[in-house]
């Protein structure tokens, strides 16, 4: 019988950030990448190795994504770019498509045909002015509109199905997806929670989903911003599990190791009182765990 400890988050042994996001294991390189969006910096850490390396940006990365041709995409505040890590030069794919002085990209993967996909955030968050791109052989495209804060994204194993979230809303989308074309359809709930109320406890608030990933059953793990937790949910929308969490704000999941059973979780601590990161001092670390289920390999962004 196998002795392995399950769902025991501990910290990645690197400096926390202010906001880590976008977190990737790169088969290749079997390293973690991910980015501090208010720290500026694209982040890799190889276990095997312990070494991180941080790479200083001149503005915010949403997110990143690991691409064919050696490069990672990085979808920042000035557009798409394409970053070499060798020699830390970036090259632009797309301008951004919005006032970057109000709105720029957040979450954003590639799908399994390597399409990259990336959302925005509408910074002032008083209207849903955000929307969702696809970015294909050199193009730029808006396919969905209707959201504040653009999160969530993660494809089904069978690749028919996208899962789409706005944080703000507190709700997570479900729609048909055709793998051939990279068209949408069928734009429905898939789950949603209640808003935190005025006054509310965070001890007694369940968070609002962020980063998100689906693991090999085809389930859906979210990360609850504010609640202090991951939730692990059925194709159906089901919770299965619940995985407390040592700081309240996770905000992405993605698998890793040899056999994608690693989970590591992206946390913040940009804006937490001081109260909290005495009481919560791993806020801002990456968090890893083994799970039972292995997660589905990244998929590349092709050029």
Request: aromatic share 10%; with cysteine; net charge negative.
């Amino acid at each position: 019988m196998s002795t392995e400890l399950l769902f025991d988050p501990q910290p990645v042994p690197v400096a926390p950030s202010l906001l880590g996001e976008s977190p990737f294991w790169h088969p290749g390189q079997a390293a973690l990448y991910w980015s501090d969006i208010p720290g500026r910096t694209l982040n890799r850490y190889d276990p095997a190795a312990v070494r991180h390396d941080v790479w200083s940006l001149p503005c915010e990365a949403g997110s990143c994504a690991p691409m064919l041709d050696g490069g990672v995409l990085l979808a920042m505040r000035d557009g798409l770019w394409r970053f070499d890590p060798a020699s830390g030069e970036r090259t632009r794919l797309a301008k951004p498509p919005y006032d970057p002085a109000k709105e720029r990209f957040n979450d954003g993967k590639a799908d399994p045909q390597g399409r990259f996909w990336v959302g925005t955030i509408y910074e002032p968050r008083d209207q849903p002015l955000a929307a969702l791109y696809c970015w294909s052989h050199g193009t730029l495209e808006r396919m969905a509109e209707g959201a504040t804060v653009s999160n969530g994204l993660a494809w089904s194993p069978d690749g028919h199905t996208m899962y789409w979230s706005d944080t703000k809303t507190h709700a997570v989308q479900a729609l048909d997806f055709d793998p051939a074309l990279g068209t949408l359809s069928g734009r429905r709930p898939f789950i949603s929670f209640p808003p935190k109320q005025a006054g509310q406890d965070l001890a007694t608030y369940g968070g609002r989903p962020d980063g998100a990933a689906v693991d090999s059953e085809g389930c859906y793990w979210t990360a609850m911003f504010e609640g202090q937790r991951l939730l692990r949910l059925s194709p159906a929308g089901e919770v299965l599990q619940e995985v407390a969490l040592p700081t309240r704000c996770a905000t992405m999941i993605c698998f890793g190791g040899a056999d994608l059973r690693t989970a590591y979780i992206t946390t913040a601590r940009e804006n937490r009182s001081a109260e909290e990161l005495k009481s919560q001092p791993l806020a801002g670390c990456v968090l890893q765990m083994r799970v039972a289920v292995p997660g589905l390999p990244v998929n590349f962004v092709h050029a």
